[in-house]
Protein backbone atom coordinates (compact mmCIF):
# COMPACT_ATOMS: atom_id res chain seq x y z
CA UNK A 1 0.00 0.00 0.00
CA UNK A 2 1.49 3.44 -0.86
CA UNK A 3 2.15 5.38 2.33
CA UNK A 4 2.48 9.03 2.16
CA UNK A 5 4.67 10.68 4.19
CA UNK A 6 4.76 14.20 4.93
CA UNK A 7 8.80 15.45 4.70
CA UNK A 8 9.56 19.17 4.32
CA UNK A 9 12.97 18.59 2.89
CA UNK A 10 11.88 15.84 0.24
CA UNK A 11 8.77 18.19 -0.84
CA UNK A 12 11.91 20.74 -0.85
CA UNK A 13 13.46 18.31 -3.44
CA UNK A 14 10.34 18.33 -5.60
CA UNK A 15 9.94 21.74 -6.28
CA UNK A 16 14.04 22.19 -6.55
CA UNK A 17 13.67 19.23 -9.27
CA UNK A 18 10.65 21.72 -11.32
CA UNK A 19 13.26 24.69 -11.16
CA UNK A 20 15.76 22.93 -12.28
CA UNK A 21 13.95 20.97 -15.08
CA UNK A 22 12.83 24.66 -16.18
CA UNK A 23 16.32 25.60 -16.63
CA UNK A 24 17.18 21.97 -18.16
CA UNK A 25 14.64 23.14 -20.41
CA UNK A 26 15.76 26.59 -21.56
CA UNK A 27 19.34 24.76 -22.29
CA UNK A 28 17.86 21.99 -24.47
CA UNK A 29 15.93 24.82 -26.41
CA UNK A 30 19.18 26.56 -26.74
CA UNK A 31 21.33 23.62 -27.66
CA UNK A 32 18.57 22.78 -30.39
CA UNK A 33 19.19 26.14 -31.44
CA UNK A 34 22.72 26.09 -32.32
CA UNK A 35 24.09 22.20 -31.99
CA UNK A 36 27.53 23.28 -32.32
CA UNK A 37 27.79 24.38 -29.02
CA UNK A 38 28.89 22.30 -26.72
CA UNK A 39 28.97 24.44 -23.66
CA UNK A 40 25.33 24.57 -24.07
CA UNK A 41 24.90 20.49 -24.35
CA UNK A 42 26.97 19.94 -21.48
CA UNK A 43 24.87 21.92 -19.77
CA UNK A 44 21.49 20.74 -20.64
CA UNK A 45 23.28 16.87 -19.80
CA UNK A 46 24.06 18.28 -16.20
CA UNK A 47 20.57 20.00 -15.46
CA UNK A 48 18.88 17.01 -17.03
CA UNK A 49 20.81 14.54 -14.26
CA UNK A 50 20.26 16.82 -11.46
CA UNK A 51 16.83 17.24 -12.27
CA UNK A 52 16.54 14.14 -12.24
CA UNK A 53 18.25 13.26 -9.14
CA UNK A 54 16.36 15.87 -6.99
CA UNK A 55 13.27 14.37 -8.10
CA UNK A 56 14.30 10.93 -7.16
CA UNK A 57 15.12 12.59 -4.09
CA UNK A 58 12.24 13.62 -3.09
CA UNK A 59 10.01 10.65 -4.10
CA UNK A 60 10.55 8.52 -1.01
CA UNK A 61 7.52 11.04 0.79
CA UNK A 62 5.14 9.08 -1.73
CA UNK A 63 5.96 6.04 -1.59
CA UNK A 64 6.91 4.86 2.26
CA UNK A 65 9.26 6.27 4.57
CA UNK A 66 10.97 2.74 5.05
CA UNK A 67 14.73 2.86 5.24
CA UNK A 68 15.42 0.01 2.72
CA UNK A 69 13.22 1.92 0.42
CA UNK A 70 14.73 5.29 1.19
CA UNK A 71 18.17 3.88 0.62
CA UNK A 72 17.06 2.84 -2.58
CA UNK A 73 16.21 5.96 -3.93
CA UNK A 74 18.61 8.18 -1.89
CA UNK A 75 21.70 6.05 -3.41
CA UNK A 76 19.88 6.14 -6.95
CA UNK A 77 19.52 9.75 -6.97
CA UNK A 78 23.47 10.54 -5.64
CA UNK A 79 24.85 8.53 -8.54
CA UNK A 80 22.07 10.47 -10.97
CA UNK A 81 23.37 13.81 -9.43
CA UNK A 82 27.43 12.39 -9.51
CA UNK A 83 26.63 12.18 -13.57
CA UNK A 84 25.18 15.64 -13.70
CA UNK A 85 28.06 17.13 -11.97
CA UNK A 86 30.92 15.38 -14.26
CA UNK A 87 28.59 16.76 -16.86
CA UNK A 88 29.27 20.66 -15.05
CA UNK A 89 32.73 19.08 -14.87
CA UNK A 90 32.82 18.99 -18.63
CA UNK A 91 32.03 22.40 -19.13
CA UNK A 92 35.39 23.70 -17.30
CA UNK A 93 37.54 20.61 -19.15
CA UNK A 94 36.14 20.83 -22.81
CA UNK A 95 37.47 24.51 -22.57
CA UNK A 96 40.41 24.18 -21.23
CA UNK A 97 41.73 20.46 -22.28
CA UNK A 98 42.92 19.48 -25.56
CA UNK A 99 40.62 16.64 -27.86
CA UNK A 100 42.47 13.48 -26.57
CA UNK A 101 43.21 15.15 -22.82
CA UNK A 102 38.89 16.00 -23.09
CA UNK A 103 38.66 12.50 -23.95
CA UNK A 104 40.62 10.93 -21.10
CA UNK A 105 39.28 13.29 -18.29
CA UNK A 106 35.73 12.55 -19.10
CA UNK A 107 36.58 8.78 -18.66
CA UNK A 108 38.00 9.40 -15.51
CA UNK A 109 35.27 11.15 -14.56
CA UNK A 110 32.92 7.93 -15.69
CA UNK A 111 34.96 5.74 -13.35
CA UNK A 112 34.77 7.95 -10.49
CA UNK A 113 30.96 7.25 -10.93
CA UNK A 114 31.39 3.76 -10.84
CA UNK A 115 33.37 3.79 -7.87
CA UNK A 116 30.75 6.16 -6.01
CA UNK A 117 27.73 3.59 -6.88
CA UNK A 118 29.96 0.50 -5.77
CA UNK A 119 30.44 2.93 -2.43
CA UNK A 120 26.66 2.97 -2.04
CA UNK A 121 26.78 -0.91 -2.90
CA UNK A 122 29.21 -1.62 -0.28
CA UNK A 123 27.59 0.85 2.32
CA UNK A 124 24.28 1.30 2.03
CA UNK A 125 23.06 4.44 3.99
CA UNK A 126 20.52 4.35 6.70
CA UNK A 127 18.35 6.91 5.51
CA UNK A 128 15.26 7.70 7.35
CA UNK A 129 13.14 10.88 8.00
CA UNK A 130 12.89 12.50 11.51
CA UNK A 131 10.00 13.84 13.70
CA UNK A 132 10.11 17.22 12.07
CA UNK A 133 9.78 15.79 8.38
CA UNK A 134 14.03 16.41 7.57
CA UNK A 135 15.37 13.39 5.67
CA UNK A 136 18.83 12.06 7.20
CA UNK A 137 20.60 9.90 3.70
CA UNK A 138 23.28 9.13 6.39
CA UNK A 139 26.02 8.29 3.05
CA UNK A 140 29.36 6.55 4.45
CA UNK A 141 31.66 9.22 5.74
CA UNK A 142 34.04 8.09 2.32
CA UNK A 143 30.75 8.03 0.04
CA UNK A 144 29.51 11.41 1.36
CA UNK A 145 33.19 13.34 1.25
CA UNK A 146 33.45 12.24 -2.60
CA UNK A 147 30.58 13.00 -3.88
CA UNK A 148 30.64 16.40 -1.83
CA UNK A 149 34.38 17.42 -3.15
CA UNK A 150 33.48 16.00 -6.76
CA UNK A 151 30.54 18.50 -6.58
CA UNK A 152 32.48 21.56 -5.56
CA UNK A 153 35.27 21.41 -7.88
CA UNK A 154 32.87 21.07 -10.87
CA UNK A 155 31.44 24.13 -9.59
CA UNK A 156 34.55 25.86 -8.60
CA UNK A 157 35.87 25.18 -11.83
CA UNK A 158 32.29 26.55 -13.37
CA UNK A 159 33.23 29.86 -11.62
CA UNK A 160 36.22 30.30 -12.55
CA UNK A 161 35.45 29.74 -15.72
CA UNK A 162 33.24 32.37 -15.50
CA UNK A 163 34.75 35.11 -13.84
CA UNK A 164 37.88 34.14 -16.29
CA UNK A 165 35.32 35.37 -19.28
CA UNK A 166 33.37 37.86 -17.18
CA UNK A 167 34.32 40.60 -19.23
CA UNK A 168 33.32 39.04 -22.54
CA UNK A 169 30.24 37.31 -20.95
CA UNK A 170 28.92 40.26 -19.14
CA UNK A 171 28.58 41.98 -22.27
CA UNK A 172 25.84 39.40 -23.27
CA UNK A 173 24.50 39.40 -20.05
CA UNK A 174 25.57 40.41 -16.69
CA UNK A 175 22.54 39.36 -14.87
CA UNK A 176 23.02 35.94 -16.40
CA UNK A 177 26.53 35.70 -15.21
CA UNK A 178 26.11 36.63 -11.60
CA UNK A 179 23.43 34.48 -11.33
CA UNK A 180 25.08 31.35 -12.72
CA UNK A 181 27.77 32.31 -10.61
CA UNK A 182 25.69 32.72 -7.34
CA UNK A 183 23.83 29.49 -7.93
CA UNK A 184 26.87 27.69 -8.07
CA UNK A 185 28.23 28.45 -4.69
CA UNK A 186 24.90 28.98 -2.76
CA UNK A 187 24.39 24.86 -4.12
CA UNK A 188 27.89 24.12 -3.46
CA UNK A 189 27.68 24.66 0.02
CA UNK A 190 24.20 23.74 0.59
CA UNK A 191 24.72 20.29 -1.04
CA UNK A 192 27.87 19.19 0.44
CA UNK A 193 26.22 19.86 4.18
CA UNK A 194 23.32 17.40 3.05
CA UNK A 195 26.14 14.87 1.66
CA UNK A 196 27.97 14.66 4.68
CA UNK A 197 25.84 16.40 8.09
CA UNK A 198 23.53 14.68 9.69
CA UNK A 199 22.23 17.42 12.29
CA UNK A 200 18.51 18.10 11.55
CA UNK A 201 18.55 21.94 12.04
CA UNK A 202 21.87 21.94 9.50
CA UNK A 203 19.67 19.61 6.90
CA UNK A 204 16.69 22.25 7.30
CA UNK A 205 18.87 25.19 6.44
CA UNK A 206 20.81 22.91 3.85
CA UNK A 207 17.28 22.24 1.91
CA UNK A 208 16.78 26.04 2.17
CA UNK A 209 19.91 27.32 0.50
CA UNK A 210 19.53 24.65 -1.99
CA UNK A 211 16.09 25.66 -2.82
CA UNK A 212 17.31 29.38 -2.81
CA UNK A 213 20.38 28.57 -4.83
CA UNK A 214 18.09 26.84 -7.24
CA UNK A 215 15.84 29.53 -7.83
CA UNK A 216 18.34 32.04 -8.96
CA UNK A 217 18.77 30.06 -12.76
CA UNK A 218 14.98 29.31 -12.24
CA UNK A 219 14.13 32.95 -12.32
CA UNK A 220 16.46 33.40 -15.19
CA UNK A 221 15.41 30.53 -17.28
CA UNK A 222 11.57 32.05 -16.49
CA UNK A 223 12.87 35.47 -18.15
CA UNK A 224 14.04 33.90 -20.83
CA UNK A 225 17.07 35.54 -20.72
CA UNK A 226 19.06 32.30 -19.79
CA UNK A 227 18.26 30.91 -23.39
CA UNK A 228 20.17 33.61 -25.25
CA UNK A 229 23.08 33.09 -23.21
CA UNK A 230 25.76 31.32 -25.62
CA UNK A 231 29.34 31.84 -25.05
CA UNK A 232 31.14 30.43 -27.52
Not at 9 to 14: D, K, L, P, Y
Not at 36 to 65: E, K, M, R
Not at 119 to 128: E, N, Q, S, T
Not at 191 to 210: H, Q, R, T, V
Request: aromatic share 16%.
Amino acid sequence: MMTITFSLSGISFILDAGMMGLFCYSRYRAYIGNRSNQITYYYFLASLFVSLALLTYGLPIFFSDDQGIMSIFGSTALVLNAIGFSNFFMIALYSRLSSRGFILAKHILYIFVCLLTIGLIVDIPPAFIDPLGIIHWRFGLLVGILAALHMDLAFAANVYLIMDHFYRLKKLSILNSIGLVTTFVITGIAGSYLYIGDSGLGLGLASIGLYAGISVVFFLALRGTISRFVWW
